[in-house]
Antibody, heavy 129, light 108 residues
Framework: QLQLQESGPGLVKPSETLSLSCTVS??????????WGWIRQPPGKGLEWVGS???????YYIPSLSSRATIYVDTLKNQFSLELTSVTAADTAVYYC?????????????????????WGRGTLVTVSS | SYELTQPPSVSVSPGQTASITCSGD??????SHWYLQKPGQAPVLVIC???ERPSGIPERFSGSTSGTTVTLTISGVQAEDEGDYYC???????????FGGGTKLTVL
């Protein structure tokens, strides 16, 4: 059974870099036909897609975060990670990692039929001094 | 940018039918997907690709489309169906993958 687990600091100072990892168990990232993504949810608010990646290293970000977000994969550890630079209080959120459903695809920078069928439990990251 | 619009709340009595709508300009051409999030838990996919039910999701959950509006229908609502429901889709450019604002389903 596929499981995802987020890990990383729960507190980050303003202007610093948020770093989170997602460890995948019960399946392999490399060679998988699935994309893998990060989604966040500010306290009491709705869900926001941050970005996603393919095991080959291709990455995709929502435009509003593309200048600050980086997603990368470590196939040896079967992990993928998120870095978000220059954080502010607005980046305080529960961060989820998730696996995409099998049917999604990308053509260049355009990606379609994306949905998330397996989620981690999420980790709260608070940006505060 | 691209937006999906959902009603903030829906209330229904046990055993009745709940319908939750989601509107967006690209929905006639792009798939919609639905998630249920219970308090303190991660979202769970309940409908994908407009109307497909993932393994383990009860048959009482169904999805349909009509123009720029998609609808999640829960037939014979049970107390355990209470929570926040989010629709999700993509704009026509394939660069905005968005969730609706969420609908809180209350089972009276």
């Amino acid at each position: 059974q596929l499981q995802l687990q987020e890990s990383g600091p729960g507190l980050v100072k303003p202007s610093e870099t948020l770093s989170l990892s997602c460890t995948v168990s019960g399946g392999s990232i490399s060679g998988s036909t699935h994309y893998w993504g990060w989604i966040r949810q500010p306290p009491g608010k709705g869900l926001e897609w941050v970005g996603s990646m393919y095991y080959s290293g291709s990455t995709y970000y929502i435009p509003s975060l593309s200048s600050r977000a980086t997603i990368y994969v470590d196939t040896l550890k079967n992990q993928f990670s998120l870095e978000l630079t220059s954080v502010t209080a607005a980046d305080t959120a529960v961060y989820y990692c998730a696996r995409h459903g099998a049917s999604g695809y990308c053509r260049g920078d355009s990606c379609y039929d994306w949905y998330l069928d397996v989620w981690g439990r999420g980790t709260l990251v608070t940006v505060s001094s | 940018s691209y937006e999906l619009t959902q009603p903030p709340s829906v209330s229904v009595s046990p055993g009745q039918t709940a319908s939750i709508t989601c509107s967006g300009d690209a929905l006639p051409r792009q798939y919609s997907h639905w998630y249920l999030q219970k308090p303190g838990q991660a979202p769970v996919l309940v409908i994908c690709k407009d109307s497909e039910r993932p393994s383990g999701i009860p048959e009482r959950f169904s999805g349909s489309t009509s123009g720029t509006t998609v609808t999640l229908t829960i037939s014979g609502v049970q107390a355990e169906d209470e929570g926040d429901y989010y629709c999700q889709s993509t704009d026509d450019s394939g660069t905005y993958w968005v969730f609706g604002g969420g609908t809180k389903l209350t089972v009276l």
